[in-house]
C-alpha cells in the first residue's frame, strides 16, 4: 500500500449513522491529520493527532492511531447530510525537511 | 477567523506560458506549503518553505517551478512553461510552526487550466 491510504474508497450511509473510515500508512510519521474536502473546493482540517497519542476527540469526530499497526481511524457518529464529502488522511514525515503525503480519500455520502 | 486566500480562483494559460499563482497565508504563520490535486486524484505535495528558503520539495517540483515571498504576505508559485498536465487545482497553505509539529490551513485553491 501506498503511505496514507484510506478505506473504504466510497462509502454510503443514511442519516444518523456512524461513518468509520480507516487510513493505513508505511513510514514513520510524526504525526497525522484528517481533512475532509467537499467536491471541488479548499481542504479542511478536521484533526491533528500526534504519535504518541492513541485517541482524539472532537464533537462528533474521534481519531485512534495505532503506530504499531500503522493505521488510523476516523469515526463520524450520528453522521448528517451536510458530512457528505471526502475525507483525506495526511501523514506529516521528518525528511531532515518536512512533507505530508496525502490519501487517495474516502468519499462518504450521507443520504438524508 | 483568519484563513488563507488564494488568487485568482481560475486560471486559463496556454501551453508553455508561464503562470504565477499567488497566495496569502495566515499573518502569524512561519511555514509555507504548495500542493497540487489533479482533478480526481489525491492530494500531492510540491514544496515546503521556511525562513526564505524551501525546505523540501517533491519529485514532481522540478526547475519549471518556483516560489517566492516577495514581501511580507504573498506567497508565490511560478511554473515557468506550462505543459498540459500542470492542469490541477493548486492549494498553498500555511502553519504557525513546521507541519510536523502543527495543523497546515489550507487556501480555496486556484484552478489552473492549461489549454
Known amino acids: 500500500s501506498q503511505q496514507g491510504e484510506e478505506d473504504p474508497q466510497a462509502l454510503s450511509i443514511q442519516e444518523g449513522e456512524n461513518a468509520t473510515m480507516n487510513c493505513s500508512y508505511k513510514t514513520s510519521i510524526n504525526n497525522l491529520q484528517w481533512y475532509r474536502q467537499n467536491s471541488g473546493r479548499g481542504l479542511v482540517h478536521l484533526i491533528l493527532?500526534?504519535?504518541?497519542?492513541r485517541e482524539k476527540h472532537s464533537g462528533r469526530l474521534r481519531v485512534t492511531l495505532d503506530t504499531s499497526k500503522k493505521s488510523s481511524s476516523l469515526l463520524i457518529t450520528a453522521s448528517r447530510a451536510a458530512d457528505t464529502a471526502s475525507y483525506f488522511c495526511?501523514?506529516?514525515?521528518?525528511?531532515?525537511?518536512?512533507?505530508?503525503?496525502f490519501g487517495a480519500g474516502t468519499r462518504l455520502f450521507v443520504k438524508a | 477567523e483568519p484563513e488563507v486566500t488564494q488568487t485568482p480562483s481560475h486560471q486559463v494559460t496556454q501551453m508553455g506560458q508561464e503562470v504565477i499563482l499567488r497566495c496569502v497565508p495566515i499573518s502569524n504563520h512561519l511555514y509555507f506549503y504548495w500542493y497540487r490535486q489533479i482533478l480526481g486524484q489525491k492530494v500531492e505535495f510540491l514544496v515546503s518553505?521556511?525562513?526564505?528558503?524551501?525546505?523540501?520539495k517533491s519529485e514532481i517540483f522540478d526547475d519549471q517551478f518556483s516560489v517566492e515571498r516577495p514581501d511580507g504576505s504573498n506567497f508565490t508559485l511560478k511554473i515557468r512553461s506550462t505543459k498540459l498536465e500542470d492542469s490541477a487545482m493548486y492549494f498553498c497553505a500555511s502553519s504557525v510552526r513546521s507541519g510536523l509539529q502543527d495543523t497546515q490551513y489550507f487556501g480555496p485553491g486556484t484552478r489552473l487550466t492549461v489549454l
Open positions: 493527532i500526534r504519535s504518541n497519542e
Open positions: 518553505f521556511y525562513n526564505n528558503e524551501i525546505s523540501e
Open positions: 495526511a501523514t506529516a514525515l521528518n525528511t531532515g525537511g518536512f512533507k505530508t503525503i
